[in-house]
């Protein structure tokens, strides 16, 4: 257990960067469940504020107009945090297209739920990135920014670790989300994790079959799948050369065997690289989510 922990390096909780894009903010808030700050960075679309001169965008976050926005929360992969490259480059593809009046201003937050989490709680309790997330930073954004603080104003999005988060989290929260898309998600179930990802299945899930089920997408589908049914509008997006693509027809198959529908788009010859998914479909995913919060 001691072998398999050190084999992970050290998580870096706050990660602070420097960008060109107005609207485009790293903060941190304080943690409970983890007893220190952590980072999260934010994007605030123009008609957030009274003033859209991209300096007021970026000096003054409390200049609001009064109206409240829908939230997007970007899920990172495996080995990402709050402030991973791409994050920058998907606040500016949003921003561009913004802009343009292609989609409707949005929020969009990135957070930082520890690098290999997979968007849970740890067995041992020393890593919750499931908490981090549900019971604190989302409450922390509603409170601090002009948000919609309800579920048809919330979506999940992620790519690998954090398509698995998305999903993970949309079945067993089916009360906090309307929109869910997962880009290449790695869907492991208890063979392919226990198998594939040995060291993260010892570090977060205690080598636990019991606890690793009890953060099961395929789990979570059957248990509340009816609440699934009613609240949750899924998308996924996956690559014919992705390794992630089996696991993702093996949880296509647990949803149609429950009946939970969902929108899935292949992409011919697609790899595991976030770049060129985002390029071609990242847009899409965010008017689905737009669709989803009644705006288009």
């Given amino acids: 257990m001691k ?3 050190m084999e992970f390096p050290e998580i870096s909780w706050i990660n602070p960067f420097k960008s060109q894009l107005a609207g485009f903010l790293h903060s941190t808030f304080y943690s409970s469940s983890m007893k220190r700050d952590i980072g999260y960075a934010i994007y605030l679309p123009p008609g957030y504020f009274l003033d859209l001169k991209d300096e007021i965008r970026e000096k003054n976050i409390k200049t609001q107009t009064g109206k409240r926005f829908p939230v997007i929360y970007w899920l990172h992969g495996k080995g990402g945090d709050e402030s991973t490259g791409f994050n920058i480059r998907i606040a500016a593809m949003l921003d561009k ?7 409707k201003p949005v ?20 890593i919750m990135g499931e908490t981090i997330l549900i019971k604190e930073l989302m409450p ?17 999005e992620g790519f690998s670790m954090g398509g698995f988060g998305a999903v993970k989290l949309a079945f067993k929260y089916p009360g906090l989300f309307c929109s869910v898309a997962a880009i290449a998600g790695s869907f492991h179930d208890l063979e392919s994790v226990s198998k594939n ?41 996956n690559g014919s050369n992705d390794f992630t693509i089996e696991n993702n027809y093996k949880l ?30 990242g847009l899409e995913c965010h008017r689905f989510h737009m669709k989803n919060f009644g705006l288009m």
């Fill in 3 to 5: 072998k398999m922990a």
């Fill in 97 to 103: 297209e913004i802009i343009s009046g292609g989609i």
């Fill in 107 to 126: 929020i969009m937050v990135f957070p930082n739920c520890g690098s290999f989490s997979m968007f849970c709680d740890s067995y041992d309790g020393t």
């Fill in 140 to 156: 922390f954004i509603d409170a601090n920014y002009s948000t919609i603080p309800s579920p048809e104003g919330r979506a999940l």
């Fill in 197 to 237: 990802r040995p060291e993260v299945y010892a570090q977060m899930f205690g080598s636990n079959s019991s606890y690793f089920n009890s953060n099961s997408p395929y789990i979570l589908a059957g248990e509340n799948a009816g609440l699934i049914k009613k609240n949750i509008k899924l998308k996924f997006v």
């Fill in 252 to 281: 296509n198959r647990r949803l149609d065997s429950l009946g939970i529908d969902y929108e899935f788009k292949m992409l011919e010859g697609f790899k595991h690289i976030p770049g060129p998914y985002y390029e071609k479909e």
